[in-house]
């Protein structure tokens, strides 16, 4: 008896989901494996299974700091990274699937504007109050005020259009640049500071960064995929999803809090990091279809990876460290560049 379509399907998303989990895994082993330190896969296992059974002794005196460098060095940072990654893809998803606008990502709305300028003060300022913690959290009130302000100008007696949301956003982002780059001219010998963090950095994450990004990017996407089927026929347009009983305003609303709120949140932890919303989607949308249900968790995984693996490169391949940041911008950039031109071509020659 042949399976139906519909089992095809679910199988064939399962095996993405799988595929793409089995690689995040990977890659999370090779790159905790990588750095001015070589440890070997197996010392890995070692230290991740003894530090989750509570046993693991290393008696050799050469061999002990691997632990620290594993758990309290490559592992924070690293797992900042993928939670990062995944938030931004999953994020960049939403903002394509709310706006309608496949050149739409975790941007799009000065969100990350808003973090910039919120960070940048706190660091002309040298606001110190929560310690480490105290840029993070400007850049995440900066991001937050940035949405409340752009939903406020974007309302209308009908509730919120994609058009209207565009245009807000992109209003409110280029009065953030400038307020960015008039703190830029006032900062003299601390400018550096400011470019440093503008253009993102893993470097120096902790569990408590960890736990704090995956909270929210964990919740939010748990949030995502529960109305991934009212995106889908929100796609539609406005009058069919009325008509299918799902409130358009409401649920537009609702997924643009919480997508603005995991980049919020990854911004503040990781500082501006561009292409990954943009990219991800377009790359899978290719190969999973347009379905939100199978291309959230499949973006979200894939995010993870590509971040990662830039990461990776900036931290243990190159001779100097580059900020994150400016390497996703280098790869991300000639590659949009090729989707958006072969998908063009295509186009006109169909």
């Not at 406005?238 to 537009?252: K, M, N, P, Q």
Request: aromatic share 8%; with cysteine; net charge positive.
């Amino acid at each position: 008896m042949k399976d139906s379509p519909k089992s095809l399907r679910i199988n064939g998303a399962a095996l993405q989901v799988s595929l793409l989990a089995a690689g995040l895994l990977g890659a999370i082993v090779v790159a905790t494996s990588m750095g001015y330190i070589k440890i070997p896969v197996g010392d890995i296992l070692r230290v991740i299974t003894g530090a989750i059974f509570g046993h693991g002794n290393w008696d050799n005196t050469a061999h002990r700091i691997v632990p620290y460098v594993v758990l309290d060095v490559r592992l924070p940072r690293i797992l900042t990274s993928v939670v990062v990654g995944a938030g931004l893809a999953i994020a960049g998803v939403i903002f394509q699937g709310i706006l309608l606008n496949p050149l739409a990502d975790p941007y799009t709305l000065g969100i990350s504007a808003g973090a910039a300028f919120g960070a940048s003060v706190a660091l002309l300022f040298n606001f110190s109050a929560l310690g480490i913690y105290s840029v993070p959290m400007f850049a995440f009130i900066g991001a937050i005020a940035t949405l409340g302000a752009v939903i406020y100008l974007s309302s209308q007696s009908g509730g919120v259009s994609s058009n209207s949301l565009i245009l807000s956003g992109i209003i409110v982002a280029a009065i953030l640049s400038a307020g960015i780059s008039f703190l830029k001219y006032i900062a003299d010998e601390h400018v550096s500071v400011i470019i440093f963090w503008l253009m993102g950095s893993f470097a120096s994450k902790t569990w408590s960064d960890v736990l704090l990004t995956l909270i929210f990017v964990s919740g939010g996407g748990l949030i995502c995929m529960l109305f991934a089927g009212d995106l889908n026929i929100l796609s539609l347009g406005d009058r069919s999803a009325v008509s299918l009983g799902v409130r358009a305003g409401r649920l537009r609303i609702m997924l643009l809090v919480t997508a603005s709120l995991m980049t919020a949140v990854c911004v503040s932890v990781s500082g501006i990091i561009g292409f990954v919303g943009l990219i991800i989607p377009h790359l899978l949308r290719s190969i999973t279809g347009a379905d939100n249900r199978r291309l959230i968790p499949c973006s979200a995984l894939a995010g993870a990876i590509l971040l990662l693996s830039a990461d990776t490169v900036t931290r243990a391949i190159l001779p100097n460290e580059v900020p994150i940041g400016v390497l996703t911008a280098v790869i991300g950039g000639p590659v949009f560049c090729y989707i958006f031109k072969k998908r063009y071509q295509f186009r006109a020659d169909g």
